[in-house]
């Protein structure tokens, strides 16, 4: 069964970094792009940034500059640098998996969630 394990979140001040992680199993990893998406309190999913099996990466215009999204296709590991954290950021993040070829920051691609790992953000 196909399993993706989020951890890294917790809580920071504004301007702080954190580091998000996301291990895979049950699927072949490097066969599916990768994305993280976000979900605050009584908002829709978003995406945030994605990675496709070739390494393209795409991110939202809210964190570009200051997220950066990479893979390790050999320890089947996904993660998300976030830096210059504001509260706006603030969010359950998911990791998510889709059997497609290119990059998407649409939750209709997606095929595999993890189960969310909060990130807080205060000001």
């Known amino acids: 069964q196909v399993q993706l394990v989020e951890s890294g979140g917790g809580s920071v001040q504004s301007g702080g970094s954190l580091r998000l992680s996301c291990a895979a199993s049950?699927?072949?990893?490097?066969?599916?792009?990768m994305g993280w998406f976000r979900q605050a309190p009584g908002a829709e999913r978003e995406g945030v940034a994605s990675?496709?099996?070739?390494?393209?990466?795409t991110y939202a215009d809210a964190v570009k500059g200051r997220f950066t999204i990479f893979r390790d296709n050999v320890k089947n590991t996904l993660a998300l640098q976030m830096n210059t954290l504001k509260p706006e950021d603030t969010a359950m993040y998911y990791c998510?998996?889709?059997?497609?070829?290119?990059?998407?920051?649409?939750?209709?691609?997606?095929?595999?969630w993890g189960q969310g790992t909060q990130v807080t953000v205060s000001s």
């Open positions: 990675i496709t099996t070739g390494g393209i990466t």
């Open positions: 049950g699927l072949r990893y490097s066969r599916y792009s």
């Open positions: 998510a998996a889709a059997s497609i070829q290119w990059s998407s920051l649409t939750r209709g691609s997606y095929d595999y």
